[in-house]
């Protein structure tokens, strides 16, 4: 890649919706943590979040976005709801709530964060989002921690998907979900992406890479991510790490380092299970 190129740092989440590829996680952070984080990573660089109304942060997040200074329209705002709303019209109040606690009038993303397939809503769910949508109050709707049956489910209904959020790293590559994804042109955003600063960050199928393009191995590893074509939301509260993690564009691992990387796979699932695991 010539040092000269652009590389682009967005994808389309649907048209004329960019999302950026790199988003700050917020999760487990809290209260004056979380505004003082988000306010810094949007002053480091960032224009995508990440939030849930199960974090309990949105109130703090949405600080943290007053204190930076950024106007609302330059920032990529993304949140999940729980399963208490999955019916057409509670997905409103869901969308009324977190935009209350959060002081902004729209959203860039709003997340289903689990199917809760034992309710057996999240059809609606996704129904009540598309609506959102129609009403001009998210610029872009997906889902989080849906298998490809739960997936299947939703687009049956006649409703294509356009992202899923999901537990990805180089130990749970998830390959068939992912290859689910690719198949039908739902963009996955990895979270954990780091493992939460997992074992694998001192392999060297990582580290070798590191030291070779003079880069850490977090950034070894989100660039992974992104030469897959995903979008990844590392949370961090450090100033250096949070510039880091969004320092990965403009160099480039090559397939071989790739191929080692995706070696790792273990094949273990995901740390909850979203046919059972829910709120
Ligand atoms: P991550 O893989 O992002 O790891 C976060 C941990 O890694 C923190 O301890 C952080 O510490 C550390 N870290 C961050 N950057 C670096 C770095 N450059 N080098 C070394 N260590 C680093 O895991 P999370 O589980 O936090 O996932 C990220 C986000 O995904 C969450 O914050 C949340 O927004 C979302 N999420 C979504 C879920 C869903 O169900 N949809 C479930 C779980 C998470 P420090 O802060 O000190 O830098």
Not at 36 to 43: D, E, F, G, H
Not at 193 to 220: C, E
Not at 249 to 275: C, K, M, V, W, Y
């Amino acid at each position: 890649m010539s040092a000269t190129t652009e590389e682009r740092t967005t994808a389309e989440l649907m048209p004329g919706v960019q999302i950026p590829l790199i988003g700050l996680g917020t999760w487990p952070m809290m209260g004056e943590n979380a505004a003082a984080a988000v306010s810094q990573a949007i002053t480091n660089g960032y224009r995508h979040i990440d939030t849930a109304e199960n974090y309990a942060n949105e109130t703090a997040v949405g600080e943290g976005i007053r204190r930076s200074g950024i106007e609302r329209r330059q920032l990529f705002l993304a949140t999940k709801f729980n399963t208490q709303w999955h019916s057409r019209s509670r997905v409103r109040e869901a969308f009324d709530n977190s935009t209350r606690r959060l002081g902004v009038d729209y959203l860039d993303l709003f997340l289903v964060h689990w199917p809760n397939p034992a309710q057996g809503q999240f059809v609606e769910a996704c129904e009540g989002l598309q609506q959102l949508m129609e009403d001009g109050c998210i610029r872009a709707w997906g889902v989080s921690n849906f298998k490809p049956a739960h997936l299947q489910r939703v687009q049956a209904a006649g409703i294509p998907v356009p992202l899923n959020q999901i537990q990805v790293d180089p130990e749970h590559g998830q390959p068939e979900q992912l290859a689910y994804h690719r198949e039908h042109g739902i963009l996955t955003a990895a979270y954990s992406p780091l493992g939460r600063n997992g074992g694998f960050l001192s392999h060297p199928a990582i580290t070798g890479p590191a030291t070779d393009l003079g880069k850490t191995p977090a950034q070894i590893v989100l660039r992974w991510h992104i030469q897959h074509g995903r979008a990844a939301i590392p949370k961090s509260a450090n100033k250096q790490r949070q510039r880091e993690n969004l320092d990965v564009f403009n160099f480039a691992l090559t397939q071989p380092q790739i191929t080692a990387i995706n070696a790792l796979e273990t094949g273990t699932p995901p740390r909850l299970d979203s046919d059972t695991y829910f709120h």
